[in-house]
């Protein structure tokens, strides 16, 4: 041993041994948690893409027993191929994240740390809002304002189509006749998986119509209703905080422009995903049509993905999700490259404490960042989920990360996560044993 230097043994004998995973509801999606094992006491917690299938990181498990943990960017290059855009990308992501934990655990340092340190000490986190029942200008206000009372500085909520559709006014959507009906029964299509499967795929066909084929149009009394709706909005939480804007609905770019232009005046920070992010002309145009910072990404996989967007020079935000960008370096990597073009990072987020914590060690270690999203204000349980040394997670509209290692989750709550397993998961943690085999010649080339 060199003299004034503190090694730790063992790093070259850490072998990968087990992956499980633990799939619960109503957090408020439904999201996978894993657990990562290896041949000592050290477990890797990570988390596949929220609504996405365990089986994503499943299928991986066979080419990481026996790897050695620590080596997390040639296991990441390793196991890449396996995924695609948005929930496709959840297993390798979901492992990345994992292999982060141990290693900050091995070597007894908090993830951000191992990403070159802080540009903050805090990380400010975006409340995305819904309201029950029919939408009203003024009762969406005071959802924002209850946020803003608990701290939040930065907010987000839906607008548009969906709006229109659960206000159930006259007049104010223009389409091929019977398409609105068919959006309107197919809007809780998720529900019917189990018990309806002819239903599901009927309502699965109607929500994937792309953007520009639904023939949809928003009439001019329907901008007048939305104009009114982000007036009302703005009455209640006032000019000088933040709001995003999500969910506008499949509409082409004609329409988005229309739409974007009404929102001009109110200080929107972003309208997000108004066109499939493959779109990059269209973005091109639209950026160029309107005065409103455009942002998307939570679909998008690997860099090299957002690379074409940059260069464009369409967007005001990036807004990848580290369970379908790529996990914690890679966004690290994309962050950093938006940097070079001058643009933001916000990032999406809508799972369990193990993605929210990833993704804030990634945000206080990236100069650029902006913001990170948080679904899961009314989810009480939400932050019982994982132990850790400060609590509540969340607190005043910002997390702030203590210097435990790896991702700071000391161990996983099993009660709560059990009380909220999915129904139609055997139990949490089983066996994954039938993964272990599954061999197949990977090799990209020939
Ligand atoms: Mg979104």
Known sequence: ?????????GASKLKITDLRFAKITGAPMDCIMIKVMTNSELVGYGEIRDWSSPSYGLMLKSRLIGENPLNIDKLFRRIKQFGGVSRQAGGVCGVELALWDIAGKFYGIPIYQMLGGKFRDKVRVYSDTDIEGKPEGKKMGAALKKRMDLGFTFLKMDWGVETLLAMDEKGVLNAPLGYVEDLKSAHDYRDYFYTEREKFNRGYDVINIAHSFTGLQITEKGYDVLEQYLKEVRSVIGPEIPLAIDHCGHIGITECIKLAKRAEKYNIAWLEDL?????????????????VPLATGEDIYLKEGFRPLLESGALGVIHPDLLSSGGIMETKKIGDMAQDYG????????????????????????????ALEFHSVDVPWWDDLVMTATKPIINNGFIELSNAPGLGIESLNDDVIRAHTDPHQKDIWASTDEWNNDCSHDRLWS
């Open 275 to 291: 066109l499939p992010w493959q779109l990059t002309d269209a973005y091109k145009r639209l950026a160029a049509s309107i005065a």
């Open 343 to 370: 643009i933001a990072m916000a990032i999406h987020m809508a799972e369990t404490p193990i993605a929210a914590l990833a993704a804030a060690h990634l945000a206080i270690a990236t100069e650029n960042f902006l």
């Open 1 to 9: 041993m060199i003299s004034g230097f503190n090694t730790i043994p």
